[in-house]
């Protein structure tokens, strides 16, 4: 004759003796994804505290399959998050995982106070964590080994087949995607290749932030020459300009202004292009 | 803090918690289409905050005060109604001996816990996970859900009750 008391302290136990684990596979991949959101977030982060958070954009646009967010939209503080799609079943769990989705939300209006440009805030949640990116390299292994590029920034040369982008992203409303139940149609994985270009622009990026313009220089030169027509071509323009200013030649940010007249005005308008030396 | 510095500090903290964030999540309803996306908000905010992890309190439990949050959250959107049972952990089981009989008697444990726990409200069910299945001591969940020790006793003194009942009734008041 078992009591109720002794029968629910012997459910608790096999209850707690339950204690299922991740599959080490999901595990990684899920800590990846942490992992690249919160990269993607931090160079968001400082870049949107200088002015204006183009660089946080790139990663949401990147997430967003390269559409629905565009530098300098008004989506600022852009945050990504991928359900990554899993390599293999989960030994703990029971039930397949939700297919590869890319979901952007906006972070909480609290943590985009220093953000200059408009904020759209979905929902008050308790707290509300960017959706992470796709894999993205560390920063440890963000930068490739350095090309044999000159310091001096090479001559900009406008590519002529440069892949079109839509140039009224700036004018269109932030796509603003809610709680995450509704799933969003599965965007393709990024390549290894908009992996490469993202470790490229984040690690010149640091270099500008930490004033190293001319490294920053090299790193941006050093992506132009790999990747002519990147996905990422007019982020690094945009870049380009902030550090030939920093340089002090007033010259070539001229130049690459030109650039991204005829390739992206939209992004002119940016705070901070427009308080760039650049003419305009 | 650095993003290097907390990547590694946080390599160390995801490692020994994910597991737990993962039951947490699990126990408090979180539909299993949505584990990885909760996870992921879990350990994202983990991230962010690291450097406000004080000394003395344990990873697990502020990693789990954070799970509970994001569970809330889920839930709050209507990720599972309360009548709803706990769907994953309750088919995860693994028998431990391999004897079918076992298995079922552990079968019928763990569903009971997890239709109790679909039963109960936020406020006593996540004193009642982290205390009496995940085995954290009362001030260690005080702090982790900043509510006050009396409190975590008081609810987790209520929430037994009610499982114990809820028991009673699940076996037509004894074996």
Known sequence: MTSPHDRARAYLEEARAQRPKLDPRRREHLKQAVLAGVAGTAVAASSASAAG??????????VMGLTAAAVGSGLTYGVMKTVVPHPAPVAAASKPIAPAVAIARPTPAVEVASASEPVVVVEPVVEQPPRAAPRLPRTSEAAPPPAPVAEETPPIVPAPEAPKRPQNEAERPPEVVAAPTARRPTQPAPSPALDEELGHLRKAMSLHE???EAGAATVLATYEAQFPHGVLRVEALTLRVLV???????????????VLEREAPHVLSTPRLQQSCARH | MSLDAAVVGFDALYESTVDL???VLSRMGVREAE?????????????????SLRAGVRPSSWVAGIAVKVAHDYRRRGARKPSEPLEPLADQLETKDGHPERAAMER????????????LSPALLEVFVLAELEQQSAPEIAEALAIPVNTVYSRVRLARGHFERFVEQLT???A
């Not at chain 2, 584990?35 to 450097?51: S, T, Y």
């Not at chain 2, 019928?108 to 039963?119: I, K, M, P, S, Y």
């Open chain 1, 53 to 62: 958070s183009w660089f946080t954009s790139l990663g949401a646009k990147v």
């Open chain 1, 210 to 212: 930490a004033q190293d």
């Open chain 1, 244 to 258: 030939a200013c920093a340089r002090g030649r007033t010259d070539d940010a001229d130049v690459v202004w030109r």
């Open chain 2, 21 to 23: 964030a993962f039951r």
């Open chain 2, 35 to 51: 584990l990885d996306d909760a996870l992921q908000d879990v350990f994202f905010v983990a991230h962010r905050r690291l450097g």
């Open chain 2, 108 to 119: 019928e444990g763990v569903r009971a816990v997890n239709q109790f726990l679909a039963t």
């Open chain 2, 172 to 174: 037509g008041g004894g």
